[in-house]
């Protein structure tokens, strides 16, 4: 494959220059009518935004982690950095996976394959207070790479200028409708039929989700989104795919699915959730309430058994640390951090392949959880509830899972959220559950729900 690799894109070149006062916002805001990436882990104090399309990878069915694996193996292995003064300026694909091996793009969906990663040609990174853009381009074969060095710092050069120019679009404002095609009733019936099975020892648990349909009038502006979800859900993982212009995933995750660095591997279990109180003493009950909760605690230890029994063959050590409880703005969930140490290093991909479905998003057992949830949601889900994020040269990365989301298409926006359904659930408090996750994204978009 890496022939093959080579004949058809040369040999990857990139090249770093340092980037003063331009920031992932404003490459973004540049970027419109063209392929866009985002991703920002406050926590970390990294930020990264991308433009153009230098390499796409894409893959389907059940071994697709393993192909864009392999695929990217071959992309980066003769690549060349001309400037590795900031590490974190290396190119690093973005994308992710759908949440069924199986998916068959749709319309909500026509732009995002069950795997779809890009390189792109312009991708800058905020490290703290600093900021790089680097140029990721391809010489053909047999090229001296060296001698393409003045060039493509020419060019490098001259875009950083355009980038640090105001930037032509002024936000909009848009009014919408929405749409919850599933009625209460066939939530309801569907809860009773997940705890039957439960109670007949068929599951454990399955997290059932449903829909939310908006039509905006003009088009959505998903950089005004991130911006209000930047403000409002400072400690998530934010994250941008556009892969076609006018197509884009976007979201504000509070779950990590995996961070691989190295050998050093982390994760968590986020499962079981309540509101946050008015008051900061009502708050503290409410974490304490969440704390106690028989239902929740068993949700949540569903989920951190399950990642503890996928990882362990995986690491030669694991620790799962203390649940706690962590606070967004509207809502609070169960939280187990988990880390350890890989075996045998290969990267990111196997421990996403390994993990996702968690119990958090799927169910226990997965495969019949998965079945049941295809039968029962009246959408498929594409992206919601699946793998997003990057991987850098090393096959290391860091992803994401994909809640608190939404898909745009020109006017229209998709929105999920689900609720994790155990024996103890009630069909009223669960779709409650999901009025609460919907709210981050109605409130990105200016949607009154």
């Not at 930047?230 to 212009?245: C, G, I, K, N, V």
């Amino acid at each position: 494959m890496q022939d093959t690799f080579q004949r058809k894109y040369g040999q990857l070149i990139s090249l770093s220059l340092p980037c003063p006062g331009v920031s992932p916002a404003d490459l973004l805001r540049h970027a419109h009518g063209q392929s866009r990436c985002f991703w920002e882990s406050a926590r970390d104090g990294v930020a990264f935004a991308g433009m153009g399309i230098a390499v796409e990878l894409m893959a389907w069915g059940a071994n697709r982690f393993a192909a864009i694996e392999d695929q990217a193996r071959d992309l980066f292995s003769n690549a060349i950095m001309l400037d590795e003064r900031e590490p974190l300026a290396a190119p690093r694909l973005f994308g992710g996976f759908a949440f069924h091996d199986d998916f068959v793009p749709d319309l909500a969906w026509a732009d995002f394959p069950p795997a779809h990663f890009v390189l792109p040609h312009y991708q800058l990174v905020r490290v703290r207070d600093m900021f790089w853009l680097t140029l990721n381009v391809h010489a053909p074969p047999g090229e001296n790479p060296h001698a393409l060095e003045a060039d493509l710092r020419e060019a490098l050069q001259a875009q950083i200028d355009r980038l640090q120019a105001p930037p032509a679009s002024p936000p909009r404002r848009s009014q919408a409708r929405v749409h919850y095609p599933m009625p209460f009733a066939d939530w309801e019936a569907a809860v009773w039929q997940i705890t039957s099975r439960i109670r007949a020892g068929d599951l454990k648990k399955v997290v059932l989700a449903r829909l939310a349909e908006a039509t905006f009038d003009p088009a959505i502006d998903v950089d005004q989104a991130l911006a209000r979800l930047e403000r409002a859900y400072p400690d998530t993982y934010r994250f941008l795919f556009e892969p076609r212009p006018g197509h884009a995933f976007f979201g504000a995750t509070p779950e990590l699915l995996a961070q691989v660095d190295g050998d050093q591997v982390a994760t968590m279990a986020l499962a079981g959730s309540i509101r946050r109180g008015a008051t900061p003493e009502e708050d503290e009950r409410m974490a304490a309430a969440l704390l106690d909760s028989a239902k929740d605690r068993n949700e949540h230890q569903i989920v951190v058994d399950q990642m503890r029994a996928r990882l362990s063959p995986l690491t030669s050590r694991l620790d799962v640390g203390a649940t706690g409880v962590i606070a967004l703005s509207n809502i609070q969930h169960l939280h187990t951090p988990i880390s350890g140490v890989l075996r045998e290093p290969r990267g990111i991909l196997p421990v996403i392949a390994t993990l996702h479905p968690t119990p958090a998003l799927g169910g226990e057992p997965r495969d019949v959880a998965m079945r049941l949830i295809s039968i029962l949601e009246p959408a498929p889900r594409g992206w919601y509830a699946a793998p997003v994020g990057w991987i850098d040269q090393r096959l290391d990365g860091q992803f994401g899972v994909a809640i608190r989301s939404a898909v745009a298409q020109d006017r229209r926006a998709w929105l999920y959220a689900g609720a994790g359904i155990v024996a103890e659930s009630d069909p009223q408090k669960e779709w409650d559950e999901t009025r609460l996750k919907f709210r981050p994204m109605l409130h990105a978009l200016n949607v009154e729900g």
